[in-house]
């Protein structure tokens, strides 16, 4: 899909282990089927993924930005958990197809610590 849409600028905290995996993709795809989780969440909004990565009981070690195909992206619903900020949920079984809207290389923006 790696084309000239227009994009949209997401963002979402990683763990090490998350880090390590999108570098081997060269940059350009998130980790599938490293955990096992349900579905992914991510943001349009720096501290929104900032709070996200408070909020979770995991390690989380950096934060990603990204831009994917704005119009892919708008098929899927948002979230907000336990009514804090909302969030994209995308379905785990989505995040091949989701990959292949990420359009240009993932960023690592900032370092997150307890």
């Not at 995996?21 to 991510?42: C, D, K, S, T």
């Amino acid at each position: 899909m790696r084309h000239n849409s227009p994009t949209l600028l997401l963002y979402c905290p990683v763990t090490q282990q998350e880090l390590d995996a999108i570098a081997a993709a060269h940059w350009l795809a998130l980790p599938v089927g490293l955990l096992r989780q349900p579905a992914f969440y991510f943001t349009p909004e720096e501290a929104t993924a900032a709070f996200l990565a408070q909020a979770s009981a995991t390690e989380v070690g950096y934060l990603v930005r990204f831009a994917s195909d704005a119009d892919y992206a708008a098929e899927f619903p948002t979230h907000s958990p336990k009514g804090g900020p909302s969030s994209m949920r995308v379905p785990a079984e989505e995040m091949v197809e989701f990959n292949y809207h990420i359009m240009g290389q993932i960023e690592v923006v900032g370092f997150l610590s307890d």
